[in-house]
């Protein structure tokens, strides 16, 4: 079992940065990647960012650039730093963690809200 708890969300200007940070907890050494999902209302669950326990990292193409996912804390941690945040940001991230045995994990969820 993986226990996920995210922090950092909140109402920031457009233009302005935000930082998200996950703590993972529970078997950890399982873990092979872990990442952040993000749902704004109607939408689906989309893939923001996404890094291995090698360090390799994926971005959706509306956040290259300006996101960055890093992990730390011998890979207890996942941090998303935001930048240049736009209104279409805003939404519920999620931090997602994958085992080797390809469970999925989610945390409960932290609110982004961009004002433009």
């Known amino acids: 079992q993986v226990q996920l708890v995210e922090s950092g969300g909140g109402l920031v200007q457009a233009g302005g940065s935000l930082r998200l940070s996950c703590a993972a907890t529970?078997?950890?050494?399982?873990?092979?990647?872990m990442g952040w999902y993000r749902q704004a209302p109607g939408n689906q669950r989309e893939l923001v960012a996404a890094?291995?326990?090698?360090?390799?990292?994926n971005y959706a193409d509306s956040v290259k650039g300006r996101f960055t996912i890093s992990r730390g804390n011998a890979q207890k941690t996942v941090s998303l730093q935001m930048n240049s945040l736009k209104s279409e940001d805003s939404a519920v991230y999620y931090c997602?963690?994958?085992?080797?045995?390809?469970?999925?994990?989610w945390g409960q969820g932290t609110q982004v809200t961009v004002s433009s």
């Open positions: 997602h963690a994958l085992t080797l045995g390809a469970v999925d994990y």
């Open positions: 529970g078997s950890i050494f399982s873990i092979s990647a």
């Open positions: 890094i291995t326990s090698f360090g390799v990292t």
